[in-house]
Each structure stands twice: as C-alpha cells, then as structure tokens.
C-alpha cells in the first residue's frame, strides 16, 4: 500500500516524517513519482493538477490537506467512487478562531485608524465601543465557525450566525434560509465569512449582500476568494457604506501586485494565512482515515459530492 502525496504548498518531507511516526513502513510517494501506480490507495493533496488522479486503480481514499475540498471537487476527472475527505484538525481550528478573534478585535478597537495616527505622529485617543455594541455576524457555522462563535461570546459579542441547514445552540442565535440570511446581515455590524465554497454561495458577499448590511459594517473573509465579488466590496468602501474589510483570501493567489487591495487605506490583506494545516498536528487523523479505508469502512469527515462539503 502506497500513499500519493500532492502539494505545491505544503512540504513533503514533513509530512512523510509525521506519517511514517505513526507508521514507519508507509510506502511514500510524491507527484509526479508514483512508482507503480496500482500500489497507491490514498492521495493525500492540494490543489492537485487536474486529472493527476486518474489511472489509480486501488485508490480508495481522497484526503484533503485543508478543512476545504473545493479544491478537490474542481477536478473534472475525478475518479468515481472514491470518498473524498476534508481535514478537521484542532490545531487548524485554533488558528482559525485566533485569526477571527484577531481581526474582529482589531476592527472593534479600531487599530487600523490608530496605525494610520502613528504614520502621521498623532496622538489620536478614540473612545472604545461596548463590546454589545458591536454585532458579529457569521456565515457559516460548522466546527471552526463554532469555535469562533463560542471566542466572541466569551469576550460579549452578540454572535448570530447564518447556516444553509437549520442548527441550534445554546449560545448564539442561528438563522437558515433567505429570510434568515437577511435578518443576520441587517444585525451585523462586523460580518465574518466561513462558508464552503460552492455554485450557491459562490459571490454571496456581493453589492446586495453590502446593502443588507448596517451603514458602516466591516467584512471580514477568511473562507474562500471566490465568495467575494471584488468589485463589488471596493464599491460599497468607497461610497462609505462599508467601513473596510480585512481579507485573508482571494480570488487569484497570490494576489497580484498591481491588485487595488493592496494600498486601499480601508482594506488590510493577509496571505491566506488564517489556519494553514501543520503536518505533526493532522498527521494522526489522515493515518486514522487510511486504516479506517483499508479495513472497508467509511473515513471520517467524508465529503457529501453533490453539496461539495
């Protein structure tokens, strides 16, 4: 048994010396080297090339490097029948609610205004907002969305969040549906994006969605660049609907240099950076997931295809 390693952006000798700690007899192989190709049951990838999939015949396991699998899921020649798996790893959710707990803090007590106070020598004293004051709204709430939520409310953020299924919690309050996306974004005065990427909530953050949204809201995005409609958000800063919005995702990346993001004084970018997968973390459950499909069982945290999450 053999397992396929695919990543431009995550290093294949940390992960073979995570794997083979767990199992220091796996057979592993990076791409393009695949040895003889009916040896290699699960692929373990990134972005892989399109069609770098096929001719596999005893793969049995897709396994995600990420909590996405939108990645995955682009394939056109995706091998039928096979389970694809995402990443649900601790380590990858931890990061996630720092990210959000971050920029959320940073919006709330106004650090970009204070930076640009510095740049000028001005001692610029501004009077910090009640955290009850400020409505955080999510789109999104599975694990990592969970975990942002519970951070929030901790710290007095009213949380409301927004799923395409109906859930429940005790803590925050969760809307589904179209009325229900409606009513989040009209009491959100920071909105966060955590959603999966697919056809229905590909450019969800578009001019409707901003004008839902009180006079002065901040965006946040740390899901996916294909949820945004770039245009659409520069729109809504510049008339001065939207306050800003931090963005940790995007449409093309890198992002290019000549981008208008990049120097917009209202928009702070990071390098899709909010929860990057560590191979000595997540190594446990990929090899968890390979046993789980070599003895006929069902790996955890499969993919449903048609939902693409």
């Known amino acids: 048994m053999a397992l396929l390693f695919i990543s431009n952006d995550d290093s294949p000798v940390e992960w073979q010396d995570a794997l083979t700690s767990f199992d220091p007899d796996l057979d592993f192989r990076t791409w393009p080297d695949l040895g003889?190709?009916?040896?290699?049951?699960?692929?373990?990838?990134?972005?892989?090339?399109?069609?770098?999939l096929t001719g596999l015949p005893r793969l049995k396991l897709i396994q995600s490097l990420g909590a996405g699998a939108d990645h995955i899921l682009t394939d056109p020649q995706l091998p039928d029948g096979v389970p694809v798996a995402r990443l649900v790893d601790s380590n990858l959710t931890q990061q996630m609610m720092e990210f959000a707990v971050l920029a959320v803090l940073s919006r709330h007590r106004r650090m970009k205004q204070l930076q640009l106070?510095?740049?000028?020598?001005?001692?610029?004293?501004?009077?910090?907002?009640?955290?009850?004051?400020?409505?955080?709204?999510?789109?999104?709430?599975?694990?990592?969305?969970?975990e942002i939520g519970n951070a929030l409310t901790r710290?007095?953020?009213?949380?409301?969040?927004?799923?395409?299924?109906t859930r429940e919690d005790p803590d925050i309050v969760c809307q589904s549906g179209e009325n229900g996306l409606?009513?989040?974004?009209?009491?959100?005065?920071?909105?966060?994006?955590?959603?999966?990427?697919?056809?229905?909530?590909?450019?969800i953050l578009n001019a409707?969605?901003?004008?839902?949204?009180?006079?002065g809201a901040y965006?946040?995005?740390?899901?996916?660049?294909?949820?945004l409609a770039e245009s659409d958000l520069?729109?809504?800063?510049?008339?001065?609907?939207?306050?800003?919005?931090?963005?940790?995702?995007?449409?093309?990346?890198p992002l290019p240099s000549d981008h208008l993001f990049w120097?917009?004084?209202?928009?702070?970018?990071?390098?899709?950076?909010?929860?990057?997968?560590?191979?000595?973390?997540?190594?446990?459950?990929?090899?968890?997931?390979?046993?789980?499909?070599?003895?006929?069982?069902?790996?955890?945290?499969?993919?449903?295809?048609?939902?693409?999450y």
């Open 263 to 308: 120097k917009h004084p209202k928009v702070i970018v990071t390098p899709h950076l909010a929860g990057l997968t560590v191979a000595s973390s997540a190594a446990e459950q990929v090899m968890k997931n390979l046993r789980l499909v070599q003895s006929g069982k069902a790996p955890n945290n499969t993919v449903n295809l048609k939902l693409g």
């Open 182 to 203: 409606v009513a989040v974004l009209h009491s959100s005065d920071i909105l966060i994006c955590l959603l999966p990427f697919t056809e229905e909530t590909k450019n």
């Open 36 to 52: 003889t190709a009916s040896d290699i049951e699960i692929a373990l990838v990134w972005k892989h090339p399109p069609g770098s």
């Open 117 to 146: 106070a510095q740049t000028q020598s001005l001692w610029n004293v501004i009077q910090p907002i009640p955290t009850h004051h400020s409505r955080v709204g999510m789109l999104g709430f599975g694990e990592i969305g969970r």
């Open 234 to 253: 520069l729109s809504a800063i510049d008339s001065g609907h939207l306050s800003g919005a931090w963005l940790d995702v995007f449409n093309e990346e």
């Open 219 to 227: 965006v946040i995005n740390m899901a996916r660049g294909g949820h």
């Open 155 to 165: 710290l007095g953020f009213p949380v409301t969040a927004w799923t395409r299924t």
């Open 208 to 215: 409707d969605t901003f004008a839902t949204l009180p006079k």
